[in-house]
């Protein structure tokens, strides 16, 4: 079965910027979930979709970060404009809904952002 | 207040021997307990998880973790390491009463030859 698709990879951009990440999870996953390793932390969930309703947003900078799941698929994740400190990893998961034995978060492999 | 606390940011250990990662939670709600490593540029894989039943799992390659309700507890072990454990580990606690996924601050396992 494919995996959580992300892309960019990496992204250099300057302060004041905008930019996009692109996450297209597992097939039949309803839930979808953003998050930002910065540096030597862990993950921070930044958003979590269901289907293409959003669960919990409480930690997005909603000044600057914005995320859409129009379709209750492929999602979003923009910045507008960027800061140094949004330097970091942003990881997209997905997973099946609660109840399921396979109730883990399934990983992409991130897109790494860099800010100068 | 619900949390995850690794005790450890960083681990040397030599090859073949014995390790220990801890994990910590608190939580007022059932949890369903996680381990995640992550090699460099990569992103995060299951390494085993806790949802219910016996409380000592084990993944595919010699890593197991014991469920300790009395002591909020999910601590990581592998009697003897090898140069590939080498990553970072992760530890990630979801509450029963939602499907969020919370993690850890990591603990970074180093083994030395």
């Known amino acids: 079965e494919a995996g959580v698709a992300q892309s960019p990879r990496y992204k250099i951009i300057e302060k004041r910027q905008s930019v996009a990440f692109w996450c297209n999870p597992i097939s039949g996953h309803a839930t979808l979930y953003w998050y930002q390793q910065i540096l030597g932390q862990g993950p921070k969930l930044l958003i979590q979709?269901?289907?293409?309703?959003?669960?919990?947003d409480s930690q997005l900078p909603k000044d600057r970060f914005s995320a859409e799941r129009l379709k209750g698929v492929d999602s979003t994740l923009k910045i507008q404009p960027a800061k140094l400190e949004d330097s970091a990893v942003y990881l997209c998961a997905s997973s099946l809904p609660r109840g399921s034995m396979n109730t883990e978060a399934f990983f992409g492999q991130g897109t790494r952002l860099t800010v100068v | 207040a619900q949390s995850v606390t690794q005790l450890d940011s960083q681990v040397p250990v030599f090859e073949e021997a014995p390790v220990e990662l801890r994990c910590n939670y608190s939580?007022?709600?059932?949890?369903?307990l996680f381990w995640y490593v992550q090699y460099p540029n990569q992103g995060l894989q299951l390494l085993l998880k806790y949802l219910s039943g016996s409380t000592l799992v084990e993944s595919i390659n010699g890593f197991e973790a014991e469920f300790n309700k009395s002591q909020t507890s999910f601590h990581l072990r592998k009697p003897s390491v090898h140069i590939s454990d080498t990553a970072e580990y992760f530890c990630?606690?979801?509450?029963?009463?939602?499907?969020?996924?919370?993690f850890g601050t990591g603990t970074s396992l180093t083994v030395i030859p």
């Open positions: 979709f269901q289907n293409n309703g959003v669960v919990d």
């Open positions: 990630a606690v979801s509450w029963s009463t939602g499907n969020q996924f919370y």
């Open positions: 939580s007022s709600v059932s949890v369903y």
